[in-house]
């Protein structure tokens, strides 16, 4: 019986052999890079698994390929030394991208990353955020370009193809205008992006067979993603996830070309075929660090960016990456500080610290959170703010003798709550003491 083959453009086998597909399109022509588990590295055209399963690299004709959507190595290139490895990206990113100093280098480190993704359990995404003209897509170009197989999509793309692509290919997703407004496809890109940091997360969509059974298919998104936009999601776990560069915040840099090189796509193929190489070295070394945690970040954001610090040797770059971080919890503590969850969440506090013992009435809640507000804004209803208690802070709340009220025991919940919303600090929670706690709550106010 003649063996099955099938086209691939990479695969960790059972033995931890890697196999990564190259493309070389001046010979228009695919074929395998393999490294066997003891390091040792060959090129063919095909590789037979102990199964009878022949492997062979997807054909050069093929339309992803062909056209540049994915972008893949052309041959293994040399690695010697990670450090003038991230060196070299920084300078190649320098030259065609105006980025800040400190996200140039989460940049590099998030490059190194997206190829070796697949040794760690979560991921962030790496976003650039602003208005049109700002460099956005510029930047998602260059980076993109030096990516783990970078697939290029945009927010206008019809979903299904994406959705086909991420689960044949994998590798790195770079999607420009992820915000698009009026499109039927921004629910479904938003389940890509929110099952896409954790592996394992499948998204399951209705498909049938060709005897028009019904065959839901567990569609696998999980991977780096690189992502364009000009706003932010209104979902805040979504945001969360993001390690984010906002463009157009300074004057661009005179040297940066304003039309991209041919050189680019030079450099970035032989960029690409080093960390190749660094993949071979690098995948069954590499995995997440605990000792890498930043100190005091809340656990979602320490859990995209672990992956990330996890690859960076250098303690001084870790730790600018993790001041970059830590302001970037406290600019969305602040925001969050800000908002109406906020605000009631104050009055309750108040409202508990008053009368320990006793439920807070809905019509209590109202009348001090109208209090709280400022005199332009116009006044809530208990029917908005009992809305916003039990859909967006998850309080509950029952009827007492015809009357609605937050029990005492979501108390705990309501302080639990400020932490989260920056209102206290943590070690406020600590302290058992009602009193001390709505002290604090009044000070961070």
Same mark, same amino acid.
């Given at each position: ?15 931890g052999?890697?196999i990564e597909?190259?493309y070389?399109v001046?010979?228009?022509?695919t074929? %395998? ?19 009878g ?22 041959a ?25 100093p400190?996200?140039k ?6 490059? %190194? ?17 602003g ?7 510029r930047? /998602? ?11 290029f ?54 498909m049938?067979n ?31 996830r ?6 157009g915040?300074?004057? %661009? ?17 032989? %960029? ?35 992956? /990330? ?11 600018r ?7 970037e ?5 602040n ?6 969850e ?29 209090e ?19 859909t ?9 003798r ?8 979501e ?13 206290v ?21």
């Amino acid at each position: 019986m003649p063996a099955q083959t099938t086209p691939i453009v990479s695969r960790v086998c059972d033995d931890g052999t890697l196999i990564e597909a190259l493309y070389d399109v001046h010979k228009s022509s695919t074929s %395998l890079a393999i490294c066997t588990p003891d390091g040792r590295v060959s090129i063919a055209p095909d590789f037979a698994l102990p199964n009878g399963e022949c492997l062979v690299a997807y054909s050069a004709a093929n339309n992803l390929l062909s056209t540049g959507c994915v972008l893949l190595p052309s041959a293994v290139g040399d690695f010697e030394d990670k450090g003038d490895l991230v060196r070299d990206i920084q300078a190649f990113l320098h030259r065609h991208v105006d980025l800040s100093p400190v996200f140039k280098e989460i940049s590099a480190h998030y490059v %190194l990353l997206s190829w070796v993704h697949d040794a760690f359990n979560e991921l962030g995404y790496l976003r650039f955020r602003g208005d049109y003209g700002t460099g956005k897509t510029r930047a /998602l170009l260059a980076v993109g370009s030096l990516c783990y197989k970078p697939f290029f999509a945009s927010g206008a793309s019809t979903v299904s193809p994406i959705f086909h692509v991420l689960d044949a290919i994998g590798g790195t997703l770079v999607l420009d205008e992820a915000d698009l407004r009026f499109s039927d496809a921004t629910a479904d890109l938003t389940k890509i992006l929110n099952n896409g940091t954790v592996k394992g997360l499948p998204v399951l969509r209705t498909m049938s067979n060709r005897h028009r059974e019904l065959n839901p298919h567990a569609f696998r998104v999980f991977g780096p993603k690189l992502i364009g936009m000009r706003e932010s999601f209104a979902d805040k776990a979504l945001e969360s996830r993001f390690l984010t560069e906002e463009t157009g915040v300074r004057p %661009l840099r005179s040297d940066i070309p304003i039309h991209l090189p041919e050189s680019l796509s030079v450099e970035a193929t032989a %960029l690409r075929n080093r960390l190749l190489a660094w993949r071979f070295y690098a995948r069954h070394r590499v995995g997440p660090d605990p000792a890498r945690l930043v100190p005091g970040l809340e656990p979602r954001r320490n859990q995209t960016a672990l992956a /990330l610090l996890s690859l960076v040797d250098d303690e001084v770059v870790r730790q600018r990456i993790a001041t970059a971080l830590v302001g970037e919890e406290a600019r969305v503590l602040n925001e969050r500080a800000s908002s109406f969850e906020a605000t009631m969440l104050r009055v309750l506090l108040h409202a508990f610290e008053r009368a320990p013992k006793a439920p807070v009435s809905v019509s209590d809640a109202t009348r001090l959170f109208n209090e709280a507000q400022d005199p332009d804004e116009p006044p809530r209803s208990c029917k908005w703010v009992g809305s916003v208690l039990r859909t967006k802070l998850r309080l509950r709340t029952e009827r007492v003798r015809g009357v609605y009220v937050i029990p005492r025991s979501e108390r705990r919940m309501v302080e639990t709550l400020a932490v989260r919303y920056g209102i206290v600090q943590p070690n406020a929670v600590a302290d058992q003491a009602a009193p001390g706690f709505a002290r604090a709550a009044r000070a961070y106010a």
